[in-house]
């Protein structure tokens, strides 16, 4: 060893002196760093899983607004086929009382119609008794009694009332 310019002890102390480094090395080096380079290992790995975590989390809660949408579309499309239906059935009902109520109105008139057509003859009959009783009077005055003037516009009332 003397040949390449080392002494025994100094190859025994370089070599003793290397361990204690590569010893002191691990401990306050590479444990360290390598502790550090684990703990960066372990948060990047859980930052994927709560990324992943995440993404899962967004797909779920798409697929539930999805559905909710598509609930709410469904309620929305039930609601609006209700309201025309009741809206169908008010018109229905509009009309049908919109007719009675024509037909109420019609059958007052015409009632009212028949009744002012029977006063009318009534008025007329008495007119037209009236107007004989005048006629006879002239024609007979003081001709007849009270009796035949009775009895002649009871005929002519009845003559009358055949005619019509």
Do not use: C, H
């Not at 401990?27 to 372990?42: G, N, S």
């Not at 039930?78 to 009309?95: C, N, S």
């Not at 005055?141 to 009796?147: H, I």
Request: proline content about 1%; glycine content about 2%.
């Amino acid at each position: 060893m003397e040949i390449l310019g080392l002494s025994l002890w100094q190859f025994i102390f370089t070599i003793v002196n290397f361990v204690i480094l590569v010893l002191l090395l691990k401990k306050f080096l590479f444990k360290p760093i390598t502790k550090m380079l684990d703990d960066r290992k372990a948060a990047i790995d859980e930052a994927l899983d709560a990324a992943d975590q995440a993404r899962l989390e967004v797909e779920s809660t798409e697929t539930k607004i999805r559905d909710q949408i598509a609930a709410a579309r469904a309620e929305a499309d039930d609601i609006i086929a209700d309201a025309k239906k009741r809206g169908e059935a008010i018109r229905a009902e509009i009309i049908e009382t919109a007719k009675n109520d024509a037909k109420d109105i019609t059958a007052a008139a015409t009632a009212q119609i028949e009744e002012q057509k029977k006063q009318a003859i009534v008025d007329l009959k008495n007119q037209i008794a009236d107007m004989v009783l005048l006629a006879t009077e002239k024609v007979l005055s003081d001709g007849l009694t009270p009796e035949q003037e009775k009895t002649l516009m009871n005929k002519y009332i009845q003559e009358v009332g055949r005619i019509q």
